[in-house]
Each structure stands twice: as structure tokens, then as C-alpha cells.
């Protein structure tokens, strides 16, 4: 069935490192992929999506790219901040309304 | 920035109780969702909600599990008679059209513990 592998955390970096958390998906046909971002006491918030292969989804300085051929969907970010300290949830869409989701990496920003 | 709205945040009941979750989905959005994440493991689907009835659901919606709208805000999650594995975060979520095009919105969840 349906699955998304995301690396396991924690991850730790100093503040303005370079970050990457890997995210590989099995799925049939081309599903929607997204990162949501969960900070302490908060829900869920989107961060970005892609729809289809090649896509590149950013915002706030996150970016990750839809690869079809290595069924992946790495987030990066060039510059971390203290701020960006939270938990990354991988998910693709399955069907019309059912998200499958990635078991989270946790991210530490030390100052 | 409009909000999903999730009340209580924290909910402790007895095994065998009958609990409900309640949830304001933002106003405007059609399409209504539960999810929940077990300590520890996956978020996992439950429901989603279109239309006034139930458009799709996971094994792990049985029958002790309902969903309803009973006004023109709130969206519910009711669990009849509720066990110990019960206890996870219950997060409730909507969406504008089907979700992969608009991506869905979260609330910041219901932590329910069963005692």
C-alpha cells in the first residue's frame, strides 16, 4: 500500500546550517505531496506542496522538489533559524481526501 | 489568517464513557476531516465529511466512531464507548475543495486520554 519514509529524528544543527530531512514515498499513479510543520502546543500547519512531478513547493525559506524518478521529496533549507525548531510531517494524498503521513523528524536549532 | 477551532484541548474520560470532540472548520471550506496520532506513531486518517455524509473513512473508523454537523459551525467526533487505546491527539481539519489542490487546514488537537 500507500507509505512515506521520512529519516529519523532528532535532527540537530546550529543556527544558519544548511538542512535537509529526506522523505521517500511508495505510491501508485502521482500523488500531491506535502510538508506540514507542527510547533510546540500548535496543530498542523501546511508548509508546502507539489502536485505534480518536478514541482517545487517553498515558503519561508523551505523548499522541496517532487521527484518522480527517485520517488522523493527532500525539504531543505539553506539558513536554519532557532525559529524553525519543530516537528516536519512528510504526507501524500492518496485519495480524494485521505492524507498518508511520514512519522515525523523532529528538528533542534541550537543558538 | 482563519482557523480551525478544537475544543477542549485536553479531555480525560473513564473506559467505556461516550466522549465528544468538537471542532469549528473555517467557514467557508466544504470538506471536513479527522485525524488522530497515537503516541509515539503516525498521524493517521479517520473520517472525511462532504456534503453532510460520510465521503470516506479508514478501518479504524468502526462503529463506535460517528461524525456529524448539527449546525452550520461545528463539526463533530463522537466516540461511544471508548477504550484505553482511544487515547491519541484527535486533530480535525477542512478544506476549501478536495484537499490536494488547497491543502487542508489543521486545528491544534484534542488530547484525549481514557483512564
Known amino acids: 500500500g500507500d507509505s512515506v519514509t521520512q529519516m529519523e529524528g532528532p535532527v540537530t544543527l546550529s543556527e544558519e546550517a544548511f538542512l535537509t530531512i529526506n522523505c521517500t514515498y511508495t505510491?501508485?499513479?502521482?500523488?500531491?505531496l506535502f510538508w506540514y510543520v507542527q510547533y510546540p502546543g500548535e496543530g498542523l500547519q501546511l508548509l508546502l506542496k507539489?502536485?505534480?512531478a518536478d514541482d517545487k513547493g517553498s515558503n519561508k525559506g523551505f523548499e522541496a522538489t517532487y521527484r518522480k524518478e527517485t520517488t522523493s521529496f527532500h525539504l531543505e533549507k539553506g539558513s536554519v533559524q532557532v525559529s524553525d525548531s519543530a516537528v516536519y510531517f512528510c504526507?501524500?494524498?492518496?485519495?480524494?481526501?485521505?492524507?498518508?503521513w511520514g512519522a515525523g523528524t523532529k528538528l533542534i536549532i541550537k543558538p | 489568517e482563519p482557523e480551525v477551532t478544537q475544543t477542549p484541548s485536553h479531555q480525560v474520560t473513564q473506559m467505556g464513557q461516550e466522549v465528544i470532540l468538537r471542532c469549528v472548520p473555517i467557514?467557508?471550506?466544504?470538506?471536513f476531516y479527522w485525524y488522530r496520532q497515537i503516541l509515539g506513531q503516525k498521524v493517521e486518517f479517520l473520517v472525511s465529511?462532504?456534503?453532510?455524509?460520510?465521503?470516506?473513512k479508514s478501518e479504524i473508523f468502526d462503529d463506535q466512531f460517528s461524525v456529524e454537523r448539527p449546525d452550520g459551525s461545528n463539526f463533530t467526533l463522537k466516540i461511544r464507548s471508548t477504550k484505553l487505546e482511544d487515547s491519541a491527539m484527535y486533530f480535525c481539519a477542512s478544506s476549501e475543495g478536495q484537499g490536494g489542490t488547497y491543502g487542508y487546514t489543521f486545528g491544534s488537537g484534542t488530547r484525549l486520554t481514557v483512564v
Open positions: 467557514s467557508n471550506h466544504l470538506y
Open positions: 507539489a502536485t505534480k
Open positions: 504526507a501524500l494524498k492518496r485519495s480524494n481526501y485521505q492524507l498518508i
Open positions: 505510491a501508485t499513479g502521482y500523488p500531491s
Open positions: 465529511f462532504y456534503n453532510n455524509e460520510i465521503s470516506e
